[in-house]
């Protein structure tokens, strides 16, 4: 797993029913850790956008990114149902390395690799920020 993963800062817009108390992070962009045409990307991030909306799960803007935001990706902060099981089935299905898992002020870095466990990242607060 690309190290930079475990550094990685957020910028999210507020959900308009207010934060959830759990919610993945995941992003369409660049399949497999391989760098993508920004074309490709766009593309992927309206699919995901569309295949969270037919779930009716809450959805709402989350850019991922190095602390400087030089490199940054757009993704979306999930509240699924199902829990962490269903954010990490939606990694797998948008075959990304790995997905982001909020709960409780903390940030969790899961492999989305079957039997994996999360690992702590960071805290939520020290990590995101509102965007403006």
């Known amino acids: 797993m690309n190290p930079e993963y475990w550094k990685a800062h957020f910028r999210f817009d507020p959900p308009p029913r207010g934060m959830p108390t759990a919610f993945g ?7 497999r850790g391989t760098v993508a045409p920004d074309s490709d ?5 309206q699919a995901l956008a569309a295949r969270i909306d037919a779930s009716g799960w809450q959805k709402f803007r ?6 400087d935001f030089s490199h940054a990706e757009p993704g979306w902060g999930v509240a699924a ?3 962490l099981a269903a954010i990490l089935i939606l ?3 948008f075959h990304q390395v790995s997905i ?10 899961c492999d989305c690799s ?4 999360p ?3 960071a805290r939520w607060e020290d990590r995101a920020r509102v965007r403006s």
């Open 25 to 31: 992070i995941v992003t369409a962009c660049n399949p």
């Open 41 to 45: 990307n766009e593309a992927a991030d």
């Open 62 to 67: 989350v850019i991922g990114g190095s602390e």
């Open 81 to 83: 149902s199902g829990g």
């Open 91 to 93: 990694g797998r299905e």
């Open 100 to 109: 982001y898992w909020v709960t409780e002020d903390q940030i969790f870095l």
């Open 114 to 117: 079957p039997g994996s466990s």
């Open 119 to 121: 690992v702590l990242v």
